[in-house]
């Protein structure tokens, strides 16, 4: 595929706020976000609703489970519907939340997902967030970027992000979730050897969203 549009690829471990940081940036710019966390989330729902029992999934059922799922365009984002109807609520449930790696762990799956998010790209400028993206599905991004940040600092946020009433031993036990989840995702979850990595640990989302916006605009030069 020939692609003209221009495609900011946003990768970056668990919490690192790759999605809300890539709507943002594309706020800003005026292109589609596509959360390509959100296909495997979609994909964990359908079969969740198939077949409760995550250990009688198969690579093959996950896919049958997930055929019907597609992305569509709204004003400022890509979004999946199961059926012909959004899922958003039901794919950050805690269900889906706990078994998405499993499925993002599947090759062919993978691959699926990979698919849906390129052709987003075939007639619109996207700021796309996930893993992979700017080394698998966009090798030849226009603009990569890692978000980095500490892990105690993202379990902090994912709390945040949940209205989870925080205490020391919340922090300690997401923090500890976060960790397992890195090591999960360790092998999609690596730089791109040109892209510029952004420690967040610090920045407020603003800092992050205007950093990434500058280095888009002196691309486009």
Do not use: C
């Not at 799922?69 to 109807?85: I, M, N």
């Amino acid at each position: 595929m020939t692609r003209r549009t221009f495609v900011i690829a946003i990768d970056g471990p668990a919490a690192s706020g790759k999605s809300s940081t890539a709507q943002m940036v594309a706020d800003k710019l005026g292109y589609l976000h596509v959360d390509s966390g959100s296909l495997y989330r979609a994909a964990a729902a359908a079969m969740l609703r198939q077949e409760p029992n995550p250990s009688r999934w198969t690579e093959q059922s996950v896919l049958d489970a997930a055929h019907p799922v597609e992305l569509r365009a709204a004003r400022t984002s890509f979004y999946p519907v199961l059926e012909g109807r959004a899922i958003e609520e039901e794919i950050r449930g805690l269900e889906v939340t706990r078994n998405v790696s499993r499925v993002a762990q599947m090759p062919r799956v993978r691959e699926w997902v990979n698919a849906k998010v390129r052709e987003t790209a075939s007639a619109r400028n996207i700021v796309v967030d996930g893993r992979d993206m700017g080394t698998v599905v966009f090798p030849d991004a226009d603009l990569k970027i890692f978000l980095v940040a500490d892990s105690r600092e993202r379990a902090l946020r994912r709390l945040r992000q949940r209205g989870t009433p925080t205490s020391e031993q919340i922090l300690d036990d997401e923090t500890i979730r976060i960790m397992e989840r890195d090591a999960r995702d360790a092998k999609q979850t690596v730089p791109a050897s040109d892209a510029v990595t952004i420690d967040t640990t610090a920045l407020t989302q603003p800092e992050q969203v205007a950093q990434i916006v500058a280095l888009s605009e002196e691309r486009v030069r």
